[in-house]
């Protein structure tokens, strides 16, 4: 039942402080909940308008409970400008473990990521090549924040997300042989370089990059190159545009590889 004080829960969601109080965040957008429902995570109740729970299988009905609200009430509880059909409070997972073992494959780690927009397009990016791990420094912008949650359309519900010291990180990974390669513009030509089948690429912010405790971690470095005139006065790629085209070639030539 959507009363007073969970709108004013459900609006305080965008700090935090407030998610990790009450171990709760929200997801938006029928297709959002939808795959919620379906996730690993556990949905704590949802809001819709009673054609979209009509259209819900019996089956996923039976996941959480499920409030009938008008659009007027979805307005309310919205971080939307145009209110979608489904609101849900989910639960926080809780925290997960580096597990040496899993990190089998491509894994992404993010230094200091501070773009909501930036951090959703990564994980939707690691969803679409098949990454399991995305690393998160402490400092990075918090994957549960509304504006990120939504900018992942999905994808957050399907890759672990987890927050970490990079420089424990590093230990970890150096103990299962996975090299570490940094993104910097004076690393080797990503397309000229042998890449191994297991490693970890970080990305570092997006104004400052890599800061250089991290990048002193690094086993090598690696930088797309650029094929803009000299005239150009472009400096640096999005860094969420930049992890797509790292995952694209290492998946490119794992697919080479067999």
């Known amino acids: 039942m959507l009363t007073n004080n969970k709108i004013k829960l459900i609006k305080s969601l965008d700090r935090k402080k407030t998610r990790t109080e009450s171990g709760c965040f929200v997801v938006e957008g029928e297709k959002m909940v939808r795959e919620l429902l379906q996730s690993r995570f556990e949905t ?22 499920i409030s009938a609200v008008s659009e007027r009430d979805l307005e309310r509880i919205s971080f939307l400008k145009t209110p979608n059909k489904a ?15 899993d990190l089998t494959g491509l894994n992404i780690a993010l230094d200091n990521i501070q773009d909501p927009g ?36 999905g994808a957050i519900f399907k890759v672990n997300v987890t927050y970490c010291n990079l420089n424990e990180l590093a230990a970890t990974v150096r103990k299962a042989s996975v090299p570490l390669f940094g993104t910097r513009l004076d690393g080797e030509n990503l397309y000229q370089t042998n890449l191994p089948e297991n490693a970890i690429v970080v990305m570092g912010n997006e104004s400052k990059g890599l800061s250089p405790e991290i990048s002193a971690l690094m086993d090598s470095n690696l930088k797309i190159p ?28 794992m697919g080479a590889n067999g």
């Open 44 to 65: 704590v109740e949802v809001f819709a308008v009673q054609p979209y729970i009509d259209e819900l299988p019996a089956t996923l009905k039976r996941k959480a409970e």
């Open 226 to 253: 650029s094929y803009a005139p000299p005239t150009s006065d472009m400096e640096s790629l999005n860094v969420a545009v930049a992890t797509a085209i790292m995952c694209a070639e290492f998946r490119r030539r």
């Open 118 to 153: 930036n951090l959703g397009t990564i994980i939707r990016t690691a969803a679409w090549f098949g990454i399991r791990n995305v690393f998160c420094s402490t400092d990075t912008v918090d994957v549960y924040n509304p504006k990120v949650v939504q900018s992942t359309m």
């Open 87 to 101: 609101v849900a409070l989910a639960k926080l997972p809780d925290s997960q473990i580096i597990d040496s073992t």
